[in-house]
């Protein structure tokens, strides 16, 4: 029996067949596939990191394909495990010649950690990256600047897993090591150059804007805020809640919607940097209020002061020691460090996987402690 108003509906319409074949064609395809996705899954599912209070709308939606695929540079990942000394080893500095870090290592440890960086930095070239093409014995000499930045960026390795600690390994232990930013290559991407102005033709704060460039997320928004926020430490800041607060940008302390462009243009680059929203450092109804503020905001300003001190203390210094290639091709200036350099897209660098674990060399600049 079919249903009285397609009785009706065939009586009016005696000529047209087409109609009930549409109607019914469409409603069968809807019920098809509603029952596959009840059968077979949603194939968009999301899951969700909470990130405050439930119902507030703070939490990270993610695509579960996303999330089960994870970082595809995790596979190639390589590591090896630490030789525990049986004591009375000779040391590298008593063998090799120069060796200015990294001294204290048995010979074992620490031609593993120099095979270990080959791969992690110069996989092609091996040894020869930082060596040149020469005898075992001449891999003293400093002749390479590859060599020179190496040894400085050991120091900086070390360094970070022992005075930021808070961050690096705020989730548990993680650590970094030379394939957290370099993931095989012998410049690690998403590097940083100052390129302000980004027009010579004008002056004043058109300067740093409305030029879409890489440091602004291709946006229109400052381009200047990397130099300004992580190298030069001026205040990440927003314009006062009330309008027309009086003052200029030239007064000192005055939060100008300057200031907001370059924070706005700082925090487009955080979201991207680690694939998150707002509302992973912020309740978004209240950004202005940190007592507010999700547990990673925390996290994530002590990464700011992090790379601050990393990018002036040991990166930017580095400048004299680069061929002109390696520099900005703007400014001139050394590359740099950001949020990006480490996370590559990801809220934690390889997803959270412990880098440091095989490697207490690298742990801190004190001779390291092998556990059995």
């Keep these: 029996m079919l249903p009285k108003w397609f009785d009706q509906w065939n009586k009016d319409n005696p000529t047209n067949i087409f109609g009930p074949a549409i109607i019914f064609g469409v409603l069968g395809t809807v019920i098809f596939f509603v029952a596959l996705l009840v059968v077979a899954g949603q194939p ?16 990270i939606p993610e695509f579960v394909s996303r999330i089960e695929a994870g970082d595809p540079t995790i596979d190639d990942y390589v590591t090896f495990d630490p030789l525990v000394p049986e004591g009375g080893e000779p040391l ?10 990294l001294g204290d290592l ?71 090591n030379c394939s957290t930013c370099h993931r095989g290559q012998n410049v690690p991407s998403n590097i940083w150059f100052d390129n302000s102005p980004v027009t010579a033709n004008t002056a004043g704060w058109s300067s ?25 430490g001026e205040q990440i800041v927003v314009h006062d809640l009330e309008s027309r607060v009086a003052g200029s940008p030239a007064d000192e302390g005055f939060r100008s919607i300057q200031d907001t462009e370059r924070t706005y243009a700082l925090m487009n680059y955080f979201a991207n940097s680690l694939g998150v929203n707002c509302n992973f450092c912020h309740n978004s109804r209240a950004f202005y209020a940190p007592e507010e503020h999700t547990p990673q905001w925390g996290t994530a300003s002590l990464g700011i002061f992090m790379v601050q001190e990393i990018n002036n203390e040991f990166l930017i210094p580095l400048k004299d020691t680069y061929p002109e290639h390696r520099l900005g091709a703007k400014n001139g200036d050394a590359p740099k460090a950001a949020c990006a350099t480490c996370h590559k897209g990801y809220s934690k660098p390889y997803q959270g996987l412990n880098v440091i674990a095989d490697w207490p060399e690298l742990a801190g600049s004190e001779p390291p402690v092998y556990e059995e």
């Design 44 to 59: 968009f599912a999301t899951a969700s990191t909470q990130t405050g209070p439930r119902g507030t709308g703070m939490s």
């Design 208 to 232: 740093n804007q409305n030029r879409a460039s890489s440091t602004s997320s291709a946006t229109s928004l400052p381009s200047d805020a990397l130099q300004k926020l992580l190298v030069d």
């Design 92 to 101: 590298a500095k008593d063998i090799y010649e120069n060796v200015q870090v």
């Design 106 to 176: 048995t010979e074992d440890n620490f031609n593993r950690l120099m095979n270990a960086m080959t791969v992690w930095v110069s996989p092609d070239e091996g040894c020869a990256y930082c060596h040149g093409d020469v005898e075992l014995e001449e891999y003293g000499n400093d002749d390479l600047y590859t060599k020179v930045v190496s040894r400085r960026m050991i120091e900086m390795t070390q360094y970070i897993n022992e005075e930021w600690g808070d961050h690096v390994n705020a989730n548990g232990e993680v650590g970094v």
